[in-house]
Nanobody, 122 residues
C-alpha cells in the first residue's frame, strides 16, 4: 500500500519561510514523477511544483516561481518543498502526489498524501 505523508505546515507571517516534507512508503519514488499541489478554501486544487524522477527537471506555477523550490531525495524516499517569501495568498492545504508520467494536472497523479495546512498571516 502506497502512503504519502506530508509534514512541516504551520502558521507563518508574510515574508516568512516554511519547508514541507513528504515521506513515501510502499512505493519507491525513484521511478516516479512527484508533485506538490495546494487547495485553498473554496477553490479547486491547483498545481504548485513538480519534478521528474531524478529531480533534474522541475516545473513551477507562475505564482510561486522564484519563491518555492522543490527537491527530492530518492535514497530516503522523500520529497521537499522549500517556500520562501510567503504571501497570504499562499494559504492553503498542500498535498504531495506521485505520478507514473508527470504533468501539471491532478488527474495525472495516482497517489496523494492527506495534506498539510499552511497559513500565512498578513
Amino acid at each position: 500500500q502506497v502512503q504519502l505523508v506530508e509534514s512541516g505546515g504551520g502558521l507563518v507571517q508574510a515574508g516568512g519561510s516554511l519547508r514541507l516534507s513528504c515521506a513515501a512508503s510502499g512505493r519507491t519514488i525513484r521511478w516516479y514523477a512527484m508533485g506538490w499541489f495546494r487547495q485553498a478554501a473554496g477553490k479547486e486544487r491547483e498545481f504548485v511544483a513538480r519534478t521528474n524522477w531524478s529531480g533534474g527537471t522541475s516545473y513551477y506555477a507562475d505564482s510561486v516561481k522564484g519563491r518555492f523550490t522543490m527537491s527530492r531525495d530518492n535514497a530516503k524516499n522523500m520529497v521537499y518543498l522549500e517556500m520562501n517569501n510567503l504571501k497570504p495568498e499562499d494559504t492553503a492545504v498542500y498535498y504531495c502526489a506521485s505520478s507514473p508520467g508527470g504533468g501539471s494536472s491532478p488527474l495525472s497523479y495516482d497517489y496523494w498524501g492527506q495534506g498539510t495546512q499552511v497559513t500565512v498571516s498578513s
